[in-house]
Nanobody
């Protein structure tokens, strides 16, 4: 069973940067498609970025494209979300999610991810 633990959230000024980390305490992430989602108060959970099991295929929401990069470090069994030029509207709880997969697929729907971390809060002040 995959157990995911996020870290790296915090309070940052608009225009600043943060790097979120998601470590798997269980099986190697090389067998899983991974995603980062976020949920702001009163809103639904939305995809931020997704990556396939090899790390060679990625997808980004239009709202973060060009500012955020998802990557996998297989040696550290960790998925990262590097965020720059942060905006107040990026404020949300950020969640890491995993789903067993084959090939080059990634998933953008929350319902396709059975494994979730506890979340890490990102707050961007204006």
């Amino acid at each position: 069973q995959v157990q995911l633990v996020e870290s790296g959230g915090g309070l940052v000024q608009a225009g600043g940067s943060l790097r979120l980390s998601c470590v798997s305490a269980g099986p190697t992430l090389s067998a899983y498609a991974m995603g980062w989602f976020r949920q702001a108060p009163g809103k639904g959970r939305e995809i931020v970025a997704a990556i396939n099991r090899s790390g060679g295929n990625t997808n980004y929401s239009d709202s973060v494209k060009g500012r955020i990069t998802i990557s996998i470090d297989k040696a550290k069994n960790t998925v990262y979300l590097q965020m720059s030029r942060l905006k107040p509207e990026d404020t949300a709880m950020y969640y890491c999610a995993g789903s067993s997969s084959i090939g080059n697929v990634y998933y953008t729907a929350p319902s396709l991810y059975p494994y979730w971390g506890q979340g890490t809060q990102v707050t961007v002040s204006s």
